[in-house]
T-cell receptor
Framework: GNSVTQMEGPVTLSEEAFLTINCTYT??????LFWYVQYPGEGLQLLLK?????DKGSNKGFEATYRKETTSFHLEKGSVQVSDSAVYFC??????????????FGSGTQLTVLP | NAGVTQTPKFRILKIGQSMTLQCTQD?????MYWYRQDPGMGLKLIYY???????DKGEVPNGYNVSRSTTEDFPLRLELAAPSQTSVYFC????????FGPGTRLTVL
């Protein structure tokens, strides 16, 4: 079956530091890959996505590249801000018929950015 | 356009009580989902629906029931609440990308 493995947290960084959150996956076929962000007390929001190999998703300064050869989708940001403090989830959606576009989530990585 | 709305936001139940978590979306999405999120864990799929009148089990369906009589609504029913059902519940709808509601925090004592 499908699975997503995320770098364990929590991660604490100083403002303007470089961020990497690792994500690797196991899936049959060619899944779509996602990063969701969850701010305290809120639901999940889509941060970025990539639907095929070598695609780069980007949003709000965050980037992730779909690497089929390493089955990875690592999240990066060059300079984090205090407002980026949140929990980040990597997820995949299988392409097999009947999957109803179900998402398989990683366990989440808590990021805290200190001023 | 309210997106995905969930009620209630918080609820405390006693063991053996029942309740319905409400979920409504106004985006005319066919696909809807219920997840639970336990502390320090990712989301686990409880049930999903691909359209009105069609529902199916996800990864962790035991202890829950759903119905989908309209495109907009996808309620989740707990018949006999147990402490193991203490969690945060998220509803989502999708046309390709999933949009999530704000969640319901449920405690069973």
């Amino acid at each position: 079956g499908n699975s997503v493995t995320q770098m364990e947290g929590p991660v604490t960084l100083s403002e303007e530091a470089f961020l990497t959150i690792n994500c690797t996956y196991t899936a049959t076929g060619y899944p779509s890959l996602f990063w969701y962000v969850q701010y305290p007390g809120e639901g999940l929001q889509l941060l970025l996505k990539a639907t095929k190999a070598d695609d780069k998703g980007s949003n709000k300064g965050f980037e992730a590249t779909y690497r089929k050869e390493t089955t990875s989708f690592h999240l990066e940001k060059g300079s984090v801000q205090v407002s980026d403090s949140a929990v980040y989830f990597c997820a995949l959606s299988g392409r097999s018929s009947g999957s109803a576009r179900q998402l398989t989530f990683g366990s989440g990585t808590q990021l805290t950015v200190l001023p | 356009n309210a997106g995905v709305t969930q009620t209630p936001k918080f609820r405390i139940l006693k063991i053996g009580q029942s309740m319905t978590l409400q979920c409504t979306q106004d985006m005319n999405h066919n696909y809807m989902y219920w997840y639970r999120q336990d502390p320090g864990m990712g989301l686990k799929l409880i049930y999903y629906s691909v359209g009105a009148g069609i529902t199916d089990k996800g990864e962790v369906p035991n202890g829950y029931n759903v119905s989908r009589s309209t495109t907009e609504d996808f309620p989740l029913r707990l018949e006999l609440a147990a402490p193991s059902q203490t969690s945060v519940y998220f509803c989502a709808s999708s046309y390709g990308t999933q949009f999530f509601g704000p969640g319901t925090r449920l405690t069973v004592l």
